[in-house]
């Protein structure tokens, strides 16, 4: 479906053009209209042709609303080993996590991945959420463990998610069997060294932290907002799924 929707824009975008009178807003309003179009045979068609790898969880936040959560777990299952758990910041989700698990499921381990809240296929992310990490930690461990996934695992943290892993870690030391950490910083490494390598005061190191990062959240923004609705994702994305690792 996603490779198929380029052709769906270009062939609508003639079509609009050619029987629209020669002006910028009528341009516009075709341009508009396409984009709808491909959107909806995009969201329509995706699900079909891209159905979740794995099952949901439901978790209730403390505001009373139910999050579903999809998540997949691969692997034998082995008493005697607890399962891995995959975690990173709140921009990555199951799909990055596909190379890892793909590697331990071929050395006899089990892994359980999942995606975030607003990626993939889980439910969508509330910002005060950020705040309730170790309950939301708790809450899918107790999940999986309904799911016959255990009560103890072995957390993988990737980059961000190693400060609030290891924070859960601290406060329930009884649901953690052990730790991998992979590319992990204590918190502001990376804007401590842009700071210390251009001489930056603490107050100038601050600015260039928010500018980053709420570059970032405007890109995801536009992203989930925009590319994802209009079916813009696959002209930079590719539609080979085995050349996402």
């Known amino acids: 479906a996603s490779a198929r929707a380029p052709r769906h824009i270009f062939r609508c975008l003639s079509s609009q053009l050619l029987l ?30 891209f159905p979740p790898r794995g099952n949901f969880v439901e978790l209730t936040l403390s505001t009373g609303d139910v999050q579903r959560i999809h998540y997949e777990c691969q692997g034998p299952k082995n008493a005697s080993f607890p399962v891995y758990l995959a975690d990173a910041d709140g921009s990555h989700g199951l799909a990055d996590f596909w190379p890892l698990q793909r590697n331990l499921t071929a050395a006899g381990r089990r892994i359980c991945t999942y995606d975030a809240p607003g990626l993939g296929y889980s439910d969508r992310y509330y910002s ?18 309904v799911q016959g996934e255990g009560s103890q695992f072995i957390f993988i943290a990737w980059g961000g998610g190693a400060e609030p892993v290891y924070e859960f870690a ?9 730790f991998v950490f992979l590319d992990s910083y204590s918190n502001d490494v990376l804007y401590q060294f ?27 923004t536009m992203i989930r907002g925009v590319g994802a609705p209009w079916g813009l994702l696959s002209l930079v994305v590719s539609n080979d799924p085995k050349g996402y690792a």
């Open 194 to 220: 842009e700071a210390k390598y251009n001489g930056w005061s603490t107050a100038r190191m601050n600015e260039f932290k928010s500018a980053d990062l709420n570059g970032r959240v405007l890109l995801f």
């Open 128 to 145: 005060w959420q950020h705040a309730e990490k170790s309950t939301f930690y708790r809450q899918l461990i107790d999940a999986l463990g």
């Open 20 to 49: 629209a009178p020669s002006s910028s807003a009528s341009s516009l309003i075709a341009v508009f209209t396409c984009l709808l179009f491909n959107g909806g045979i995009v969201q329509a068609t995706g699900p079909i042709a």
């Open 170 to 178: 601290l406060a329930n030391p009884s649901f953690v069997a052990g």
